[in-house]
């Protein structure tokens, strides 16, 4: 049974106490009514919580620039990775890239939160974007993600406008020694991480949250049956 049906069975004990109070009294049935509403607005919102979402993307690069004088003699730079991305904030909370060619090879790790500028001049807010629509077809803006390895940072940002040498259109992936090699533009795919767990099955209820909306029940169910007795003995 699952947490819808949880809330169903705690439905039809207020219901039913709503009932029982109606037979003695029917002016009873309108506070009744407000905690289960309450209730219902309580369980609405602890459903609705942010979840994380992991994304794979690969980088492939295209051309480099050489604006700054340090990317020659030219390389070639690709790399891969994955995000956990925070789908209320659509921000990145985790991951790292793998660059497997060029001056920059290696593994980073995801820089948390956002930057206007460091010590290598990187600025990044960690938005990402999956939905890639023709209004805004870039997963990542133009400020971008950096990755870190404690003493080399890896800015991967979008170029909607030319920039820095690169052309409009394009994904930008640059490190910082701290200068700027490789300086280098390509393109970028972006896929969903498939969940590992395949359950047809059911899931399996929330313990807390039964126990919270049944408590909550049956006592709303005393209460209304001891205001209805008093009703009944006063009369």
């Known amino acids: 049974m699952g947490l819808n049906s949880d809330a169903s069975l705690v439905r039809l004990l207020l219901i039913g106490s709503m009932g029982t109070v109606a037979q003695n009294k029917k002016m009873k049935t309108i506070p009744t009514a407000i905690v289960i509403a309450a209730l219902v607005a309580g369980y609405g919102a602890s459903s609705a919580r942010a979840t994380l979402v992991e994304y794979d993307f690969t980088y492939t690069q295209t051309g480099e620039s050489d604006l700054y004088g340090h990317a020659s003699p030219s390389s070639t730079t690709d790399a891969h ?37 460091d010590g290598f001049g990187f600025q990044w807010d960690n938005y990402v974007n999956p939905t890639l629509t023709p209004a805004d077809p870039y997963f990542v803006d133009d400020i971008g993600i950096v990755f870190t390895n404690g003493s080399t940072e890896v800015n991967l940002w979008s170029n909607p406008f030319p920039q ?24 970028v795919t972006l896929s969903l991480v498939p969940d590992p767990v395949a359950n047809p099955t059911p899931s399996v209820p929330d313990g807390g949250m039964t126990l919270c909306l049944l408590g909550t029940a049956m006592a709303g169910l005393a209460f209304f049956r001891r205001k209805a007795t008093a009703g009944l003995i006063a009369h």
Do not use: C, H, K, R
């Open 81 to 117: 990775g994955q995000l956990s991305v925070n789908s209320a904030s659509s921000l990145a909370t985790g991951g790292w890239i793998t660059v497997s060619s060029g001056p920059a090879t290696g593994t980073y790790d995801l820089a948390a939160g956002s930057s206007n500028g």
């Open 164 to 187: 820095y040498g690169q052309p409009e259109g394009s994904y930008s992936l640059w490190a910082a020694f701290p200068d700027y090699n490789p300086e280098s533009y390509g393109i």
